[in-house]
């Protein structure tokens, strides 16, 4: 069964920085896309940052370049979102997904973990 488990939320002020961990379990990340994504009250879900499980390819919102960097460990099965330079609008429920041979539809995904930027 592909099980993802997010975690590193947490209340940060403007400027600081969070590191986001999804950790992968039931399948490899060989042909699998890990995505992650973020989420406020009464918003969309939006794409934040993704990256090929070899990590050739990666992507980031407009929003988030040069802040956030996402990296993968296929000997952890983790998948990481490094934060920096938060600011308030980062401020969000964030998940990570999974799609599988590279179709780049997310099937399948994890709980999610708060980041609160204060101002």
């Known amino acids: 069964e592909v099980q993802l488990q997010a975690s590193g939320g947490g209340l940060v002020n403007t400027g600081g920085s969070l590191r986001l961990s999804c950790v992968a379990s039931?399948?490899?990340?060989?042909?699998?896309?890990i995505g992650w994504f973020r989420q406020t009250p009464g918003k969309e879900r939006v794409g934040v940052s993704c990256?090929?499980?070899?990590?050739?390819?990666?992507t980031y919102a407009d929003s988030v370049k040069g802040r956030f960097t996402i990296s993968v460990d296929n000997a952890k099965d983790t998948v990481d979102l490094q934060m920096n330079n938060l600011k308030p609008e980062d401020t969000a429920v964030y998940y990570c997904?999974?799609?599988?041979?590279?179709?780049?539809?997310?099937?399948?995904w994890g709980q999610g973990t708060l980041v609160t930027v204060s101002s």
């Open positions: 997904a999974a799609a599988a041979g590279g179709s780049w539809t997310f099937q399948h």
């Open positions: 039931g399948f490899t990340f060989d042909g699998w896309v």
């Open positions: 990256i090929t499980g070899n990590g050739e390819i990666t």
